[in-house]
C-alpha cells in the first residue's frame, strides 16, 4: 500500500467524468487499498479515484466512528440505482477542498449497486451519513464538487479561500 497525493481545487481532473473500470484486476485492487490508506492519513472519510488522479469509477469509504470497529468499503462502478422521496442536510467537507464546510441537501436514503474488490457485484440500501457519503464519492466520478451544490457566492467564497490557504502553504 502506498500514499497517494490528493489533488486540491482547482486541479481540472476533479471536474473530468471517469472512465468505467472493465475488470477488476490486482491494479484495482491496489488502487482501493492505496486509496484507503491515503484516506485514513488524511483524515477523511471517503475517496473517489479523480481526487488521485485516478480517473476511473472507484469509491473507498468508512463511516465508522472513533469508537467503533473501522469498516471500510471499497466500490467500482458504483451507480444509485434508487433514491427516497425525503432529503436531509449535512454539512459536508472534502479532502480536495481542505477545511471548508457546507450544508448540502441529498436524498436521505440511496440504493447503490457496484462491484466489489473481487469483481462481484453487490447492492445496499444506505441512509443517514453512509448515504450522503456515497452520493458525494459518485458526484466525483461525475466531475462533481460539493460547491456545485452551492451558490455562485458562497462556492467563489470557498475557492478563494482554498487558493490563499494553499499560496501560504507553499510560501510557508
Known amino acids: 500500500m502506498a500514499l497517494r497525493e490528493i489533488l486540491i481545487v482547482p486541479d481540472p481532473r476533479l471536474k473530468q467524468e471517469c472512465e468505467p473500470v472493465s475488470e477488476v484486476n490486482d491494479e484495482i485492487r491496489q ?3 492505496d486509496m484507503l490508506e491515503t484516506m485514513y492519513d488524511a483524515p477523511g472519510i471517503g475517496l ?3 481526487q488521485i488522479g485516478v480517473m476511473k469509477r472507484v469509491i473507498v469509504l468508512d463511516v465508522s466512528d472513533d469508537k467503533e ?3 471500510p468499503m471499497k466500490m467500482v462502478n458504483p451507480e444509485i440505482i434508487w433514491e427516497s422521496e425525503d ?3 449535512y454539512q459536508e467537507g472534502c479532502l480536495s477542498i481542505p477545511d471548508q464546510y457546507a450544508d448540502v441537501e441529498r436524498p436521505l436514503e440511496v440504493g447503490v449497486r457496484y462491484l466489489d474488490e473481487n469483481g462481484t457485484e453487490q447492492e445496499i440500501e444506505a441512509d443517514g451519513l453512509l448515504a450522503t457519503c456515497i452520493q458525494h464519492e459518485i458526484d466525483h466520478l461525475d466531475g462533481v464538487l460539493f460547491t456545485d451544490y452551492l451558490s455562485a457566492l458562497k462556492r467563489n467564497m470557498i475557492l478563494k479561500k482554498v487558493m490563499k490557504l494553499q499560496k501560504a502553504k507553499k510560501s510557508a
Request: aromatic share 8%.
Open 31 to 33: 488502487i482501493l487499498d
Open 48 to 50: 473517489a479515484g479523480p
Open 69 to 71: 470497529k473501522p469498516a
Open 87 to 89: 432529503f436531509s442536510v
